[in-house]
């Protein structure tokens, strides 16, 4: 069955962490008949946010009325210090986590999953200039600095902005096998060795 992918956008959100995955789910599902995945983007309420150095993203849905999420993606950013904090956003966040197949930060979007206790314990990623406020957030986490991304459970971390990119393939090929993902890098001209994924 096709999947639900929501990418969770707010005010600052770095620009790559949220187009890198919406790319790569996107194109993977459009080479297969649009057949994978169904993307979209998902936001507190449906203004207009202004990401990262400006960029004007319109989400599609906000939390009212967004579909059943079958994998949530969380932006990082420098935004992510006001989400962290932002009750709505971290209710939100528990309640789709609950039913997801997987639940993933890009960057510091890791700061979202920390402040609900979702990283107590375990392995995390994040940008290499959040590390030191995690350790803060989660003391109890176990940052794995050298990696591109890493998975708990059902709950996918990765390192600084284009991490994302090689996360997003990883979760692909988890569901859809190595053949898309290839054909999907071939597609979008990425080389997968070069920028660290595991093929």
């Not at 995955?21 to 080479?31: G, H, I, Y």
């Not at 006001?82 to 971290?90: F, I, N, S």
């Not at 890791?110 to 940008?127: F, P, Q």
Request: glycine share 8%; proline share 3%; aromatic share 10%.
């Amino acid at each position: 069955m096709k999947k639900n992918v929501a990418i969770l956008l707010f005010d600052n959100a770095e620009v790559l962490d949220f187009a890198g995955p919406f790319e790569v789910f996107s194109v993977a599902s459009e080479l297969k008949n649009f057949e994978l995945f169904n993307v979209f983007t998902v936001a507190r309420d449906s203004k207009a946010i202004s990401a990262v150095n400006g960029l004007s993203v319109n989400p599609k849905y906000n939390f009212q009325d967004c579909p059943p999420v079958d994998i949530l993606i969380i932006s990082g950013g420098v935004g992510t210090r006001q989400a962290m904090v932002d009750k709505e956003t971290l209710n939100w966040v528990e309640q789709i986590h609950q039913n997801t197949l997987y639940t993933v930060s890009i960057c510091s979007g890791s700061r979202i999953l920390g402040a609900l206790g979702l990283l107590d314990n375990k392995k995390y990623c994040t940008h290499q200039g959040v590390y030191e406020h995690m350790a803060e957030i989660v003391p109890s986490g176990l940052p794995q600095k050298e990696k591109r991304f890493v998975q708990e459970g059902k709950i996918f971390t990765s390192g600084g902005i284009s991490a994302g990119i090689d996360l997003s393939f990883h979760i692909v090929s988890l569901l859809y096998g190595s053949h898309t993902v290839k054909e999907t890098a071939d597609y979008m001209e990425y080389n997968l060795i070069s920028n660290g994924s595991e093929w």
